[in-house]
């Protein structure tokens, strides 16, 4: 069965001081994983999409990173409207839906 | 504009009724999905659908039911054989198995 573990579970940040989320998984065979922003009370926001080991993505201050065994959204000098719960999810093996992590619900604080 | 519609936005639902959550799509996409979202809690797959008059359960399909009879509706019902339906309820859609999802605004659904 595959699993996403998400850590931490909240984060608060000053303005400005940059961090990393992760985001690890057990799965038989990645063919996909992808990071979404929620905003409360809305539905998840695609951000990206990463399918092999070393490969990276940056959408302004965010930049995803995949190993093997993690993945990694490191957020750079983050503004308040960073603010969100930040979810992880795995397409693996034969399976046709997304198995998601429970988040990393981040503050940045101005 | 292309996207997900759900609706309504808010839903209270009294003790032993059924409510049925609408979701429409017109981004032409074959996959459709429910997830339900408990806070805390990751989304978890209630059901899905990789094409017309066709769906599967997900993990959580109990007190729940589907249709598809048209491309562009995948509506859930929620059931009186579910016993604690109070959540956020989303849907999604895929142009294929190996693409990431475009979600709609989210259905939280109340129990009175």
């Known amino acids: 069965e595959d699993q996403v573990t998400q850590s931490p579970e909240a984060l608060r940040l000053q303005e400005g001081e940059s961090s990393s989320l992760n985001c690890s998984y057990t799965v038989s065979g990645l063919r996909g994983l992808f990071w979404y922003r929620q905003d409360p009370g809305k539905g998840p926001e695609f951000l990206f999409t990463l399918y092999s080991a070393g490969e990276e993505k940056e959408k302004e201050r965010l930049k995803a990173t995949l190993t093997k065994k993690e993945s990694f959204l490191h957020i750079t000098a983050p503004k308040p409207e960073d603010s969100a719960t930040y979810l992880c999810a795995v397409l693996s093996g034969s399976a046709r839906q997304l198995t998601f992590g429970s988040g990393t619900q981040l503050t940045v604080l101005p | 504009d292309g996207g997900i519609t759900q609706s309504p936005k808010y839903l209270f639902r009294k003790e032993g009724q059924n409510v049925t959550l609408s979701c429409e799509q017109n981004l032409n996409h074959d996959a459709m999905y429910w997830y339900r979202q408990d806070p805390g809690q990751g989304l978890r797959l209630i059901y899905y659908?990789?094409?017309?008059?066709?769906?599967q359960k997900g993990d959580i399909a109990e007190g729940y039911s589907v249709s598809r009879e048209k491309k562009e509706s995948f509506p859930l019902t929620v059931t009186s054989a579910q016993k604690n339906p109070t959540a956020f309820y989303l849907c999604?859609?895929?142009?294929?198995?190996?693409?990431?999802?475009?979600f709609g605004s989210g259905t939280r659904l109340t129990v009175v």
């Open positions: 659908s990789q094409i017309v008059n066709d769906f």
């Open positions: 999604a859609s895929n142009p294929s198995s190996e693409s990431g999802y475009t």
